[in-house]
């Protein structure tokens, strides 16, 4: 997710960057589709992980982690 990385550069932390920097990593994959998921559940589910690994880790941090 380059593009996502990118976006995140220089900023200052927040829910919507993060949202917006979900967005762009799933707007990056290229997911597969098979029997246990198709593509664009897949790129959703980019989408939402994304935002939530970088809320936890800015959580992690304000807590002094």
Not at 14 to 43: C, M, N
Not at 44 to 58: E, F, G, Q
Request: glycine content about 8%; aromatic content about 4%.
């Amino acid at each position: 997710a380059v593009k996502a990385e990118a976006l995140l550069e220089g900023q200052l932390p927040s829910a919507e960057l993060f949202a917006e920097a979900g967005q762009v990593a799933s707007a990056e994959a290229s997911p597969i589709s098979d029997l246990r998921a198709s593509g664009e559940y897949r790129k959703k589910m980019v989408a939402v992980l994304t935002r939530r690994a970088l809320s936890a880790a800015w959580d992690h941090l304000q807590e002094g982690g």
